[in-house]
């Protein structure tokens, strides 16, 4: 079984930055990370689970949803079996419970996912 867990969310004021990490652990070497498409969701406040980015397992493609492109970057770290997201000019909007999530192969559903975190809080407010 592998397991994610997230870090980094915090509260940020609107047109700041904020950087997000998941990490995973558990039986990496059975089910290899480095294999596998890894993502971000989130779930705003009283709102469904959206899709908001994804990288392939070498990290050459990368997907975004529209409402984050040009703001958010996602990266991986296949050594450390860790993935990021780096979040910039964050506005009330992006406020969220940030998940990660990896599977084999690239999906914008949260379902498709075999592996999925807990979430981490964002909240952005002035």
């Known amino acids: 079984q592998v397991h994610l867990r997230e870090s980094g969310g915090a509260s940020v004021q609107p047109g700041g930055s904020l950087n997000l990490s998941c990490i995973a652990s558990g039986d990496t070497i059975r089910n290899p990370i480095r294999n596998l498409h890894w993502a971000w969701f989130r779930q705003p406040p009283g709102k469904e689970r959206e899709f908001v980015t994804s990288i392939s397992p070498h990290g050459d493609f990368k997907y975004y949803a529209d409402s984050v492109k040009g703001r958010f970057t996602v990266t991986r770290d296949n050594a450390k079996t860790t993935l990021y997201l780096q979040m910039t000019d964050v506005q009330p909007g992006d406020t969220a419970m940030y998940y990660c999530?990896?599977?084999?192969?690239?999906?914008?559903?949260?379902?498709?996912?075999?592996?999925r975190g807990q979430g981490t809080q964002v909240t952005v407010s002035s």
């Open positions: 999530a990896a599977g084999s192969y690239y999906s914008t559903s949260w379902t498709d996912s075999s592996y």
